[in-house]
């Protein structure tokens, strides 16, 4: 159980294009889901808390306007990078909370993004 | 915020051989949770812990909650060329409504043959 999807697992597109990403919870119903970027040999770093039906939490330093993010339904959450440049290439992964509700986050398997 | 330092960044073992790495906060945590990420993939979780003191194990793998609440320790028995890959220490905030997790920089384990 908890098991959480992301597709496309990789994205090359060319810079000045949209990439949305898509995260599912593919068990459980999962009010809150977060989005982390990671660069090589770092560690992750949260982008973003994606509450359903809300408008998501955005960290410090994290363009919203850039990073859109919609949490439609409880098993959903879509990061949207766009516009986006070369420097916006990064394994993006998202994560949803255990249905317990226990602290413990599952995360999707990532998504490699290459901009050109 | 809660900053988690994990150590050691990297290591280089014999297979067969015993693993033991930590991780420490200035900040108490109520969460202690371990995960593994291989590469090109999202981090796996290994073993949560929910109580100071706590020890848990899963398989080969072993994690301990400090008593103190300020830091973790986790072990990987009789290494294996599979555990190969970087081990993450994170919890969440103890104090507001936030439930977001603070990773530790990692430990890249390697196994040699």
């Known amino acids: 159980g908890a098991v959480v999807s992301q597709h496309p697992s990789w994205v090359i597109c060319k810079s000045g294009t949209s990439v949305k990403i898509e995260c599912r919870s593919l068990?459980?119903?999962?009010?809150?889901m977060f989005w982390y970027r990671q660069f090589p040999k770092q560690s992750l770093m949260l982008m973003a808390t994606?509450?359903?039906?809300?408008?998501?939490?955005?960290e410090q330093g994290v363009e919203k306007d850039k990073f859109l993010i919609n949490h439609a339904s409880l098993t959903l959450s879509t990061l949207t990078v766009t516009s986006a440049h070369p420097e916006d290439s990064s394994f993006y992964i998202c994560?949803?909370?255990?249905?317990?509700?226990?602290?413990?986050?599952?995360f999707g398997p990532g998504t490699r993004l290459t901009v050109l | 915020g809660q900053q988690l330092n994990q150590s050691p960044q990297s290591m280089f073992i014999q297979e067969g051989e015993d693993v033991s790495m930590n991780c420490t906060s200035s900040?108490?945590?109520?969460?202690w949770l371990w995960y593994k990420q291989d590469p090109g993939e999202g981090p796996v979780l290994l073993i949560a812990?929910?109580?100071?003191?706590e020890l848990t194990s899963n398989g080969r793998l072993t994690a301990q909650f400090g008593i103190t609440r300020k830091d973790s320790f986790l072990n990987i028995s009789a290494s294996i060329p599979s555990d190969v890959g970087i081990y993450f220490c994170?919890?969440?905030?103890?104090?507001?409504?936030?439930?977001?997790?603070?990773f530790g920089s990692g430990t890249q384990l390697t196994v040699l043959p």
């Open positions: 994560s949803a909370e255990s249905p317990a509700g226990s602290d413990t986050q599952y």
């Open positions: 068990d459980f119903q999962a009010t809150t």
């Open positions: 994606s509450n359903e039906g809300s408008k998501a939490t955005y």
């Open positions: 900040s108490i945590f109520n969460t």
């Open positions: 812990l929910y109580k100071a003191g």
């Open positions: 994170a919890g969440p905030p103890t104090s507001g409504s936030a439930r977001q997790l603070t």
